[in-house]
């Protein structure tokens, strides 16, 4: 079992920057995929950032492609989305998502994600 907790997310204005952070418990966090993914209002969940157990580049939704960066610390059993440049349309609720099955692929796909947490608002204002 994961347990995933996401902070960092608020209000900004159009142009400004939020960092999200992602705490997971467990000790096999460094096995897991993860991802962020949003949801407006009205609107479906979304892909948004992910990242391989093993690191390296991340994967993105073209809409935040070049504004957002994901990165991990196995270390910490943590995963953060650096947004900058952030636009009216970033306003969502943002979630955290674990994918257990310690793949070489990647998947965008949200059913993948066993575990979600709560998210995180964030209201990008003008």
């Known amino acids: 079992q994961v347990q995933l907790v996401e902070s960092g997310g608020g209000l900004v204005q159009a142009g400004g920057s939020l960092r999200l952070s992602c705490a997971a418990s467990g000790r096999t966090f460094r096995r897991y995929t993860m991802g962020w993914f949003r949801q407006a209002p009205g609107k479906e969940r979304e892909f948004v950032a992910g990242?391989?157990?093993?690191?390296?580049?991340?994967y993105y939704a073209d809409s935040v492609k070049g504004r957002f960066t994901i990165s991990r610390d196995n270390a910490k059993n943590t995963v953060d989305l650096q947004m900058n440049s952030l636009k009216l349309e970033d306003t969502a609720v943002y979630y955290c998502a674990a994918d257990e099955a310690y793949s070489t692929t990647f998947y965008y796909a949200s059913s993948r994600y066993e575990y979600w947490g709560q998210g995180t608002q964030v209201t990008v204002s003008s």
């Open positions: 990242i391989l157990w093993s690191g390296g580049t991340g």
